[in-house]
Each structure stands twice: as C-alpha cells, then as structure tokens.
C-alpha cells in the first residue's frame, strides 16, 4: 500500500468515526483537532487505522505527527 | 496459612464543598459536547483550610471510629499514596497516624506515582499480609489528592484549560486485612505494565503540566499491555467473561469509554453496538461517586469500586476487574471478588449524602478559591489560615468530626477539629 492510499484509509476512517464530516473535503494538511475531532475520537480514528492496517502497535508511536499526511508518513513507514 | 485478603472496610471522603461542571464550562465557553464526553456532573474544589492531610483523616475517622480499640491496635502499618505532597522528606502519613490516635508500633510512609499510587499501596499492603509475619495484623491504605493548578500565575488557569472540568479533590481509605468484606483480592490474579513517557508530571507544587493525546495513548496502551499480562499469569482469563463488573482508574468517564472500546476491540474485535452495551452494564456503576468528585488521582479507582458498589446489582459472589493508571507511567489490571455483604456493608455508609452536604459554590466563590491568595504554598514556614474565606462554606462544617488546617507554625501544620 502505498502514503496516499494510507492517508486516504486514514480519512475513511475519521469520515466514519465523526460522521458530520462526511461530506467535508479532507487533506493530507488538516490535523485532526482543527477538524474539530476530540481526543477521544482520535484514539479511536488510530486504532481503527491500525486495524485496518494489520499494524500491532503501541498508540505512543503515533504521537507527534501535526497533520493528517504527518501522521500517513509515519504509518506507511511502519508497513 | 490462610489466603483470604483484601480490604476489610472502606470509606470515602468527598469534600466540603463542590462545584457543577456544566455550568464551569458554560462559563469557560467549552462547547457542550465536549462536556457530554466528560460524563462528568460536579467536582470537589479543596478549601483554603483543606489539605491532603485533611483529606486523608477525613476519610479513614469513620472507619477507624468504628473499630474496637483491640482492632485499632492491630493497625501495623499506614501508607498515604499521594501526588500532592507538602514536604519532600515528612510523609503525609506522620500526621494522619497522629489525628487518628493510632499506636505507635506501625510503619509510617508514602507512595508517589501519579494516580497509580493508590494501587501501589494497596498491593504492598495485600502482599505484608500475605507475607504473614505479623498474623492478624491490619495495614491503613489511604489515598489523597486534591488539586490546585491554577495558583503559578495568569496563564496557569489557560494551561489547565483542559482538564480543569474533570480535576477534583477526594481521599479514599482502606483498611486491608485477612477478613476482606469489601474486596476479596485473587492473589497473584495480576498484570503490570510500564515505561518511561512524559504524559502528565507536576512539576512543581501548583503546577500541572502535560500532553492530553499522549495521556491517553500511553493509558490505552496499558490497558491493553496490562490486561494481557494479567491474562499470560491467570490461565482462563476471558476480559469479556470473567468479570462481572469493571473499575478503571478515571481521570474523566470518557476516557475509560474510549479504553474500555480500545480492548474490546483489540480482544475480540466486537461490533460498537456489543461494545457500548457492555460498557453500560459493566462500566457506568463506576462512575457513581468519580462524576460527582472529579478525578481523585490515586483514589480514583476505588471511588470506582465503591460506585460500583454503591450502584450495580450484586445478588451473588462475583468478580471485579480493576484498572489503574499513573502517568509516567506504570499500570496495573487486578482482580478480586465482592458479595452481597460488601454491597450492604458499603450502601450503609451513606456516602451519596455525604456528597449531597457539600456546600455549592457558585462560579464567583469557585474563582475567588482559584486565586488562591488563601492557600498555603509549599514551603511555608509560618502562616495562619482564614476560615472565614467563603463564610457558607465553613459553617457547613459541624459536629466536630472533620479535621480543618489552622496554621503552620515552623513549617508544622496545626490541625483541629470542625
């Protein structure tokens, strides 16, 4: 799988956690708290990701990243 | 050599006053749904004249005034498990041991490690009397926190923005013994996991400093690493079975919603629907007494157990799983087993009326408290304290059975009796 197909996992993802929104286009330099997503709603977002992604990681290895294409890099460099 | 421990008697103190949690975020312009997330209602707010020895005493004074001399003289041993200390060297429990007129063969000391200290305590309780080398002895475990971290300056109130809402004030104290009427603790029955990160620290007396996302990160990781250390030494151990209720250490309800889901998934993939199910059957009772004292830090987790009690239905002997987190950061999943008995022996306690009596302040007295030109800062020498700060909520103290700070004279703190 390649960055971009990972970062769009990732925002198929929010999409579905944070159904309101939906409909609100999404990029790689939005970070989630801008977004208006809540930690809580993070973690979850992450988790789902890692699911996704057969990834069996601590979720402390995905703190850092300032936006959504940020925290893409770091996943697909974990595949 | 018998194996039964656990703790044998337990009480909670809540404070004098509180403070509604709607109405400070309305005031701090939060935006409700993010108050929805908290599942918190009110929070205890700590007196100028209220310390965390006071805290302390305050809670374990019922449960020490219900024993018969002969059982308080078996008390071998008080530990006071704290993240707010007021003395690097003096541990708070030189005093609690004094107020509570306790003899004077006993080990005197303290625990640090942010809200897992309780859980330390408890365990080195449970295991001096497992060890048996004082049979029928009884060991005081007693956690207190309270916070006050809005005190360094201006744009300290800005910098604890984001947990203000859920930060309280609380003390819980537990007698552990080999006659565990509240807890039946499953000796061995645990798992640990720790490492080094810096989540949330308090880095200095007033001041609160940390990250929320790597909090959080660092608390589900636990959960997990801890439940399956517990589950590698317990061979049967199924997190969805085994455990009839869940006590998870609670610095705000929805982050244990969000651990709770965390596991559920990465156990047995469960769909959202079995998760929140479970979450409401298993979970919320927790939550009983922690939505209305806010987190408790070291308490926390027992605040969970007694809600638990207090609320869930217990008509046979069951299994408890307990969770506890300190940042940091060291984890702990455990478990024990609690009977109709407990339930009725923590019921007569009455300790939702106690929270009732709470005097409630308004935003007005709750931001005067928060300046806190009335409290003691570490490291005073000499000081007297005014009781007349927000005069309501001193006259809500009566009967003489709550201890009040009166001055420090000579860095030693002088109590008496309100």
């Known amino acids: 799988m390649d960055r971009d197909a990972v970062l769009a996992l990732l925002i198929a993802q929010l999409r579905d956690v944070v159904p309101d929104l939906a409909e609100k286009p999404i990029i790689g330099t939005d970070s989630m708290a801008e977004l208006g997503v809540d930690s809580i709603e993070r973690s979850e977002i992450l988790m789902n990701t890692l699911e996704a992604l057969a990834l069996d990681l601590p979720m402390v290895h995905l703190h850092g990243p300032r936006n959504l294409g940020e925290l893409a890099d770091l996943l697909h460099g974990k595949l | 050599m018998s194996r039964d421990v656990g703790i044998e008697a337990l009480h909670i103190y809540g404070g004098a006053a509180c403070l509604d949690v709607r109405e400070l975020c309305t005031h701090r312009g939060l935006d409700m749904p993010r108050f929805e997330n908290l599942l918190m209602r009110e929070k205890t707010v700590a007196l100028p004249y209220e310390d965390p020895v006071t805290f302390a005493v305050n809670a374990a004074k019922p449960l020490v005034d219900s024993m018969t001399p002969a059982e308080r003289a078996r008390i071998e041993m008080v530990v006071t498990c704290t993240e707010s200390g007021i003395d690097f060297g003096k541990s708070l429990s030189t005093y609690v041991h004094h107020h509570l007129g306790l003899a004077g063969n006993c080990r005197l000391f303290e625990i640090k490690q942010a809200c897992y200290s309780g859980t330390a305590g408890l365990q080195m309780a449970v295991n001096f009397i497992l060890s048996g080398t004082s049979p029928g002895a009884k060991a005081l475990v007693i956690t207190t926190d309270i916070s006050r971290f809005a005190l360094a300056d201006a ?104 651990a709770h889901r965390h596991l559920m998934r990465k156990l047995y993939k469960a769909p959202a629907a079995e998760i929140d199910a479970d979450f409401a059957r298993r979970l919320s009772p927790s939550l009983t007494f922690g939505q209305r004292v806010g987190n408790t830090a070291g308490g926390s987790v027992f605040l969970g157990l007694a809600g638990m009690l207090e609320a869930a239905e217990i008509s046979q002997p069951c299994r408890i799983g307990l969770f506890s987190y300190g940042s940091g950061c060291c984890s702990e999943f455990f478990s024990g087993t609690v009977t109709p008995d407990s339930q009725h022996r923590l019921r007569g306690l009455g300790l939702a009326a106690s929270l009732d009596r709470r005097y409630r302040l308004s935003m007005d007295e709750y931001e005067v408290l928060l300046k806190g030109e009335h409290v003691v800062r570490f490291g005073t020498r000499d000081t007297r304290l005014d009781q007349r700060v927000i005069p309501a909520a001193r006259d809500s103290f009566s009967g003489g059975n709550r201890l009040v700070l009166d001055e420090v004279a000579a860095y030693h703190r002088v109590y008496s009796w309100a």
């Open chain 2, 155 to 258: 744009a300290a109130i800005q910098e604890w923005a984001y947990s203000e809402p859920s930060s309280g004030a609380g003390a819980v104290a537990m007698l552990i013994s080999d006659i565990p009427h509240i807890l039946r603790i499953d000796p061995g029955a645990y798992g640990n996991h720790g490492f080094e990160v810096m989540d949330t620290c308090r880095p200095g007396p007033d001041t609160e400093a940390g990250d929320a996302d790597l909090s959080l990160m660092a608390y589900l990781d636990c959960a997990e690493r801890a439940y399956k250390d517990y589950a590698r030494r317990v061979d049967g151990a199924d997190f969805r079975q085994s455990f009839a209720y869940l006590c998870f250490h609670t610095p705000f309800g929805g982050m244990i919603k969000g």
